[in-house]
């Protein structure tokens, strides 16, 4: 018992210092930044002019829009821009291609945070727009070729033309949703970092390196990235975030291995990420196969142009 509460404990601490003196003031800043862009419709006129030149790619205006949110805020924030493009009859198509864009992006809840310790965020951020890119392509052109093109608009009533908010509204807006986030996200990075603790102090990640290290070791991975690499999948971005600063810190990780990895590791195709994204609606779930398939390859595409910088 006293090997959980200290299990416990320690993932309790590193949970919320993570949370409230790391991604908290990224967030926030970043929430607020993309609020001020919105509110004054600069953010609408990027995705005017984007739009054309994205739809080759099998993209829409909405699914630029999910593609800059996870850039700039998080991996969930694409998540209502998502739902938004379902009820609004988006093809089961584009759906996919959208899907598959967001899932082979880095989030800025991870990518922002780790420039801190040494990530080349702005490399990173561009490689991973590429990959993004390749993603929806694949997707919509490929994987995704046996989805429906045809878009179910559903008709609303007019809205009337509402106020531009002020400047303090837009703060306290944009703030308030960034602590939500945070907020949000600690119980399940106190979970994750604690059966991923639990798991290091059973021996079950020393087991896995010796069992796999050597293999790892010949086709010139570090063994090092085994624990990361598990956590990600198991636990998600955010989980991960939490073990690789901590390894950071005490010099098991390098940040020469932090940017080479930054391309296979950074992204939400994982067991959460994909869970809390296809809760947009059953046309976005129905999409995910294949979304998955063009994920997977801009995220190979991604590792490959990291390792290449």
């Given at each position: 018992?006293?090997?959980?509460?200290?299990?416990?404990?320690?993932?309790?601490?590193?949970?919320?210092?993570?949370?409230?003196?790391?991604?908290?003031?990224?967030?926030?800043?970043?929430?607020?930044?993309?609020?001020?862009?919105?509110?004054?419709?600069?953010?609408?006129?990027?995705?005017?002019?984007?739009?054309?030149?994205?739809?080759?790619?099998?993209?829409?205006?909405?699914?630029?829009?999910?593609?800059?949110?996870?850039?700039?805020?998080?991996?969930?924030?694409?998540?209502?821009?998502?739902?938004?493009?379902?009820?609004?009859?988006?093809?089961?198509?584009?759906l996919?291609?959208?899907?598959?864009?967001?899932?082979?992006?880095?989030?800025?809840?991870?990518?922002?945070?780790?420039?801190?310790?040494?990530?080349?965020?702005?490399?990173?951020?561009?490689?991973?727009?590429?990959?993004?890119?390749?993603?929806?392509?694949?997707?919509?052109?490929?994987?995704?070729?046996?989805?429906?093109?045809?878009?179910?608009?559903?008709?609303?009533?007019?809205?009337?033309?509402?106020?531009?908010?002020?400047?303090?509204?837009?703060?306290?807006?944009?703030?308030?949703e960034?602590?939500?986030?945070?907020?949000?996200?600690?119980?399940?990075?106190?979970?994750?970092?604690?059966?991923?603790?639990?798991?290091?102090?059973?021996?079950?990640?020393?087991?896995?390196?010796?069992?796999?290290?050597?293999?790892?070791?010949?086709i010139?991975?570090?063994?090092?990235v085994?624990l990361?690499?598990?956590?990600?999948f198991?636990?998600?971005?955010?989980?991960?975030?939490?073990?690789?600063?901590?390894?950071?810190?005490?010099?098991?990780f390098?940040?020469?291995?932090?940017?080479?990895?930054?391309?296979f590791?950074?992204?939400?195709?994982?067991?959460?990420?994909?869970?809390?994204?296809?809760?947009?609606?059953?046309?976005?779930?129905?999409?995910l196969?294949?979304?998955?398939?063009?994920?997977?390859?801009?995220?190979a595409?991604?590792?490959?142009?990291?390792?290449?910088?």
């Amino acid at each position: 018992m006293g090997t959980f509460i200290e299990v416990v404990l320690q993932a309790g601490r590193s949970a919320v210092e993570l949370a409230l003196f790391t991604l908290l003031p990224i967030m926030v800043v970043m929430m607020i930044l993309l609020r001020f862009l919105e509110a004054n419709g600069i953010l609408g006129r990027i995705v005017a002019v984007l739009t054309p030149l994205a739809r080759p790619f099998g993209l829409t205006g909405m699914a630029v829009l999910a593609m800059l949110q996870i850039t700039f805020v998080s991996f969930v924030a694409p998540l209502p821009t998502l739902a938004l493009m379902e009820r609004e009859g988006t093809s089961e198509r584009h759906l996919a291609a959208a899907l598959a864009a967001v899932l082979a992006m880095a989030p800025a809840n991870a990518t922002f945070p780790l420039a801190a310790f040494g990530l080349q965020a702005g490399p990173v951020l561009v490689i991973s727009a590429l990959g993004g890119i390749l993603a929806a392509t694949t997707t919509f052109w490929f994987f995704g070729r046996r989805l429906s093109r045809e878009t179910r608009p559903i008709p609303v009533a007019p809205r009337q033309d509402k106020a531009k908010p002020s400047l303090l509204k837009t703060i306290n807006t944009g703030g308030g949703e960034a602590v939500q986030i945070v907020l949000n996200i600690i119980p399940m990075l106190l979970l994750s970092l604690a059966v991923v603790i639990g798991l290091e102090r059973a021996g079950a990640v020393a087991w896995l390196a010796l069992a796999i290290g050597p293999m790892l070791s010949a086709i010139g991975i570090d063994a090092s990235v085994i624990l990361p690499a598990l956590t990600k999948f198991l636990a998600g971005s955010t989980a991960y975030l939490g073990v690789v600063t901590e390894m950071v810190k005490q010099g098991r990780f390098s940040v020469g291995l932090l940017n080479e990895s930054a391309g296979f590791l950074l992204h939400p195709l994982d067991l959460p990420g994909v869970a809390i994204l296809i809760s947009a609606g059953p046309r976005v779930a129905y999409g995910l196969l294949p979304a998955i398939a063009g994920g997977a390859l801009g995220i190979a595409f991604r590792a490959l142009a990291t390792n290449l910088m």
